[in-house]
Nanobody, 116 residues
Framework: QVQLVESGGGVVQPGGSLRLSCAASGFTFSTYGMRWYRQAPAKEREFVARISSNGGATNYADSVKGRFTISRDNAKNTVYLQMNSLKPDDTAVYYC?????????WGQGTQVTVSS
């Protein structure tokens, strides 16, 4: 079945960088767009970024635009989120998501903590 496994989270100081990965299996990865979301404590899950199936189109939440970059390697069935200039408000659990037909599938999430 569909499986998404995020990795790469950790603790970083403000201004630092992290690169998240989401390894996908159970579907034809190269034919689906992928998304990143995040959920901070006491907040709703929010959209972060999306990328089209071939990587040709991307979209970002205003809060991360210019700092985060979504990319994918279809040969590795992996989508990435490069996060630069991190701020404390970026602290959250980050999830990748794919929509296949009528269903959205989520990974288990990876924790990103931005703290001094």
């Amino acid at each position: 079945q569909v499986q998404l496994v995020e990795s790469g989270g950790g603790v970083v100081q403000p201004g630092g960088s992290l690169r998240l990965s989401c390894a996908a299996s159970g579907f034809t990865f190269s034919t689906y767009g992928m998304r990143w979301y995040r959920q901070a404590p006491a907040k709703e899950r929010e959209f972060v970024a999306r990328i089209s199936s071939n990587g040709g189109a991307t979209n970002y939440a205003d809060s991360v635009k210019g700092r985060f970059t979504i990319s994918r390697d279809n040969a590795k069935n992996t989508v990435y989120l490069q996060m630069n200039s991190l701020k404390p408000d970026d602290t959250a659990v980050y999830y990748c998501k794919v929509v296949i037909g009528a269903l959205g599938y989520w990974g288990q999430g990876t924790q990103v903590t931005v703290s001094s």
